[in-house]
């Protein structure tokens, strides 16, 4: 199995930055595809961006150009670069990791951004 823990959420003003940290116990070479989702209240949970274990990403139309994913492997990590805020962007934000075939979330962290 794989243990997933995010931490970097919070309150910030539109227009702010937050960095989200997503720590996976196991080493990060062994772990297939990673990414991020989220989720607002009353709304079904939706990709934000993902990465594979070489580095390749995409991301929804919605956060092109102010998200940047990124995965350092020796670490065990990936994060989730979050520019430019938007009050659309406040949802409780999920990690999810891809081994041997299964998928494994984190607990959330919920990001809230304010007008």
């Known amino acids: 199995q794989v243990q997933l823990v995010e931490s970097g959420g919070g309150l910030v003003q539109a227009g702010g930055s937050l960095r989200l940290s997503c720590a996976a116990s196991r080493s990060g070479f062994s772990i297939d595809g990673m990414g991020w989702y989220r989720q607002a209240p009353g709304t079904q949970r939706e990709l934000v961006a993902s990465i594979t274990r070489e580095g390749t990403s995409a991301y929804a139309d919605s956060v092109k150009g102010r998200f940047t994913i990124s995965r350092d492997n020796s670490k065990n990590t990936v994060y989730l670069q979050m520019n430019s805020l938007k009050p659309e962007d406040t949802a409780v934000y999920y990690c999810?990791?891809?081994?041997?075939?299964?998928?494994?979330w984190g607990q959330g962290t919920q990001v809230t951004v304010s007008s």
């Open positions: 999810k990791a891809v081994w041997t075939y299964r998928q494994y």
